[in-house]
């Protein structure tokens, strides 16, 4: 889908009308901005909602504010007739059309496959009309739950894995922005999904994350993301980096919607191995059970000062966590203070993470090109040669293809490393968890992305303010794995005990 409307062009629009979220359905009005999954099937059930209207809504949205925030690569053309398939259901009351996602549409990252009339192209032209075998296995269960898909997110290209920044860029949209503040940074590489739902262009999405890319773009857009358990859900149908730390998980805008996706996506797959092991860890009748408001009470959390309240947003981060600290401790929370991570340095200097990716990266590409139906590259080679032809197209002047280029030459996995990178993981973060018997570590913005990333452990990341800038920033909870229903019980009573998120400002 290809908009064009000239940035100052938005600004003219009287604001009013550009943003206001309210519909008017047989003399109810019921507004879809900021709107929770519980509330849209509460107004569905009250008659002042359809689906149809829903997704009209939504796509309103994007056609006015997708050509500056570049949130979107494209609508599913199949949107609407989703939206009226759901509504039927729902007037015939088949099971389980009243509950979960049923009729709520989703965004979805790029490099989650969709055998429907959408590109799956990782931002890249070089994947451009490629024709994928089958469904994600997360998008087959959205399907099955009666979600509508929406459309395809932009992200930083190749999920940030061709060239380090800047973030949020692909060839396909150009340039991802933040929807409080312009000028800054998306994060990646889940960027698109983060923007989207923060500046209400869908109602969920679904990002992944190798190392960072669902936690970062969440807390820097005021949203809450799930880093899931490495196998809760499954990767089969991504565009891969590596199975030993990619992971697929909700972006939206409260911890509640981001449960009802999580409900959705996690289980077993069969083209999935990881989902065999992960899967005993789901607990019986899902996650919407730790939706707990008083879900602090008892919790231990850890804090580790150095590095991560060492940096971030300047002399802001320190006061304001003070008092986060304050309002966990108040909510029942012990929390454990100036612990240390063993090896630490290591973990953030050279665990050797990054030449482990890139082997991986090269071996995992190669076997998801080969595997498509159709496409104009097979290996990581021929996208390198892609690129090189359409220069132009895919910015090398500019951002070139550096990690490309050293996942190429790479020749097999270093078992050293990946050994390296186990035993930081266990005697680092594993060892701590444990000895001071901890829930969760407490830290601000995605900072302790790499901790949680190379040991495949879960995170969760809650709007947590904002600066002088007006720039959010989120606080981050991380635990052992399989720990998610007491992330989701802290995260929830956090969120709900501080309600910090606030709609997009769109300053430039």
């Known amino acids: 889908m290809s908009i064009h409307f000239h940035v100052s062009t938005l600004f003219l629009l009287p604001l009013v009308l550009l943003l206001s979220g309210s519909i008017a359905v047989t003399g109810h009005a019921f507004s879809i901005e900021e709107a929770t999954v519980h509330d849209f099937h509460t107004a569905f059930k009250q008659d002042k909602l359809t689906s149809r209207q829903l997704v009209e809504f939504y796509l309103g949205k994007i056609h006015k504010l997708n050509p500056i925030l570049r949130g979107v690569i494209e ?29 709520i ?18 931002g890249s032209f070089a994947l451009l009309k490629s024709v994928v075998p089958r469904d994600a296995g997360v998008v087959r269960k959205l399907r099955k739950a009666g979600a509508i898909i929406l459309g395809k997110a932009s992200l930083s290209e190749w999920a940030g894995f061709r060239f380090a920044f800047p973030y949020g ?3 396909r949209t150009g340039q991802g922005q933040n929807p409080y503040v312009l000028s800054a940074t998306p994060c990646g590489s889940s960027s698109g999904s983060a923007i989207s739902v923060a500046a209400n262009l869908a109602a969920v999405s679904l990002g ?14 005021s949203v809450v993301g799930i880093k899931p358990t490495l196998g809760l859900t499954s990767r089969a149908g991504v565009v891969p980096i590596s199975p030993r730390q990619d992971t697929v998980g909700p972006i939206c805008r409260t911890v509640s919607d981001a449960v009802e996706v999580l409900d959705v996506i996690v289980g077993f797959d069969y083209r999935d191995e990881a989902t065999r092991t992960a899967s005993k860890y789901i607990p019986q009748g899902g996650y919407k059970q730790f939706l707990n408001a008083n879900g602090l009470k008892g919790k231990r959390l850890g804090i580790v000062r150095n ?19 304050h309002t966990l401790r108040q909510g029942g929370a012990i929390l454990v203070d100036h612990l240390e991570i063993a090896n630490i340095d290591v973990i953030y200097g050279s665990s050797g993470e990054y030449a482990a990716l890139e082997a991986e990266f090269k071996t995992s590409l190669d076997a998801y090109l080969k595997e498509l139906v159709a496409s104009p590259v097979r290996t990581l080679a021929d996208v390198i040669a892609f690129n090189n032809k359409f220069s132009h197209l895919e910015k090398i002047k500019e951002y070139g293809q550096d990690i490309f ?29 444990k000895e001071h018997k901890l829930d969760a570590l407490v830290t601000p913005g995605a900072d302790v992305s790499s901790v949680l990333a190379i040991g495949g452990f879960p995170g969760i990341t809650v ?25 989701i019980e802290i995260a929830y009573s956090f969120e709900q005990v501080t309600k910090i998120r606030k709609p997009p400002s769109f300053k430039p």
């Open 405 to 433: 280029l050293q996942a190429e030459a790479t020749n097999g996995i270093n078992k050293k490393i990946l050994l390296k990178l186990a035993r930081l993981s266990r005697n680092g973060f594993e060892k701590l968890m």
């Open 169 to 171: 860029w692909c060839a």
């Open 307 to 325: 590095p991560f309240y060492m940096f971030g947003n300047g002399s802001v981060l320190p006061q304001v966590f003070e008092h986060h600290f």
């Open 208 to 221: 992944t994350e190798t190392d960072g890319s669902i936690l970062c773009p969440s807390h820097i857009n």
């Open 75 to 103: 609508v599913n053309p199949d949107a609407l007739f989703q939206a009226d398939s759901a509504d039927r259901e729902r007037k015939a009351k088949l099971p389980g059309s009243l509950q979960g996602l049923h009729g």
């Open 105 to 122: 549409p989703i965004l979805l990252k790029d490099n989650i496959a969709t055998k429907d009339k959408m590109n799956t192209t990782a």
């Open 463 to 487: 709007p947590a303010g904002y600066d002088s800038e007006g720039v959010p920033f989120g606080i981050c909870f991380g635990g052992l794995k399989g720990s998610e229903p007491k992330l």
